[in-house]
Every structure is written in C-alpha cells, then in structure tokens.
C-alpha cells in the first residue's frame, strides 16, 4: 500500500536552516508530481510547494519563495523540502502528498519548530 | 491575491443533508481548478474525500459527494452522522503550478 513517510523535522532557531525529506513506497515515485503542505497549530492547511515527476518545474507559495527549495530524488523515491532562513512563522506540522488531482494519499508529517 | 473561500461554520442534523461550498474571491471555480476535499479531524492527518472535483477516494463512503454548483465546487454529505462532525478544506489549482486551499468548515452535527 502507498506510505509517505516525512521526517527531518525539530526545533530551529529563526533564521537557520531544515531539510524535509518524505520516503515514498507502494507507488511509480517518478511518475508524479509531489506537493508539500503545511499546518500551522490550530490553523488550516496552507499549500507550500510542488515539484513535478522529472523535478524540471517547480512553484512555490508566496509565502516561501525564496527561501524554500523542493527537489526529488527519483532513484531513492525521495522528497525534500530545503527550508532556509526560518521565520517563527514556518513553525508548523509539514505534510507530502502526490499529485493532489489525481491521488488521495497524504503522509503523517513531521512538525518543524521555529523558536529563540 | 485571490483567495479561496470556504464557510467557516456550518450545521446540520443528524441524518440531513448538508452542502459545503468552496469559492474564489474572483472568479469561478471550473473543474480546470481540480477541486479536493478533505476531512481532518483534530490531531489527524487530512483524510481526502473527493478529488478532481467529482472523484471519490477509495473506501469513502457514497453518502459523500463532490460537484461544481454554479461557480463554487460543493461537497454535499447526505445522511449525516455524528461522525461527520469534523474541519473541511477544500483546495483549488489557480494555474501556473500554484494551488491555494481555503480556510476550512467547522461542521457541527447536532
């Protein structure tokens, strides 16, 4: 069956950097696109990246542009999320999931962390 | 900056029917925005119900349902349950590779 599994995520001091990584399994990694999203505590869900299957195009929120980077690394079926220059703000539980209009699966997320 | 929007708090009684809607501050949603909709309830991952608008994630039950009404995406629950009670979010493709999700709908069963 299909298992996203984040990891990478703790405490961080603002303005230092995280790397996210989601491990994928149970289906063709390469063939999709690859989202990352976000939850704040107590907030709603707020859509941060997407990589497509080949890793040739790439967006962001607004909110990250900048200073996030998402990659993928086909050959491990692997995502990443490379956070720099972290804000109090990015403090929140960071998901991936495959292409959000074609697949349903999401991971368990791991929580990232940014305080003094 | 379009948002997306959501209701923030909706009720309905047990064994109603209730639609939720997902809109654009400007604009319409079209199945070109491939709507999803997903149910989280506290401390859980999202659970996605529907996808590309009308597509029904595996091993959700049919008493969920997605559509495009008028110029807003709809989730329509028929026969609500006490189980129901939880935040929806829906999620829309605003082009050039952008996604934005709306606020969420507290839905309250009583």
């Known amino acids: 069956q299909v298992q996203l599994v984040e990891s990478g995520g703790g405490v961080v001091q603002p303005g230092r950097s995280l790397r996210l990584s989601c491990a994928a399994s149970g289906f063709t990694f390469s063939s999709y696109g690859m989202h990352w999203v976000r939850q704040a505590p107590g907030k709603g869900l707020e859509w941060v990246a997407v990589?497509?299957?080949?890793?040739?195009?790439?967006y962001y929120a607004d909110s990250v542009k900048g200073r996030f980077a998402i990659s993928r690394d086909n050959s491990r079926n692997t995502l990443y999320l490379q956070m720099n220059s972290l804000r109090p703000e990015d403090t929140a539980l960071y998901y991936c999931?495959?292409?959000?209009?074609?697949?349903?699966?999401w991971g368990q997320g791991t929580l990232v962390t940014v305080s003094s | 900056q379009t948002v997306v929007t959501q209701e923030p708090s909706f009720s309905v009684s047990p064994g109603g029917t209730v639609t939720l809607t997902c809109g654009l501050s400007s604009g319409s949603v079209s199945t070109s925005s491939y709507p999803s909709w997903y149910k989280q309830t506290p401390g859980q991952a999202p659970r996605t119900l529907i996808y590309?608008?009308?597509t029904r994630s595996s091993g959700v039950p049919d008493r969920f349902s997605g559509s495009i009404l008028g110029n807003k995406a709809a989730l329509t629950i028929t026969g609500a349950q006490a189980d129901d009670e939880s935040d929806y979010y829906c999620v829309l493709y605003m082009g050039s590779g952008i996604w934005v999700f709306g606020g969420g709908t507290k839905l309250t069963v009583l």
């Open positions: 999931a495959p292409d959000l209009h074609t697949t349903p699966y």
């Open positions: 590309s608008t009308n």
């Open positions: 990589i497509s299957y080949d890793g040739s195009n790439k």
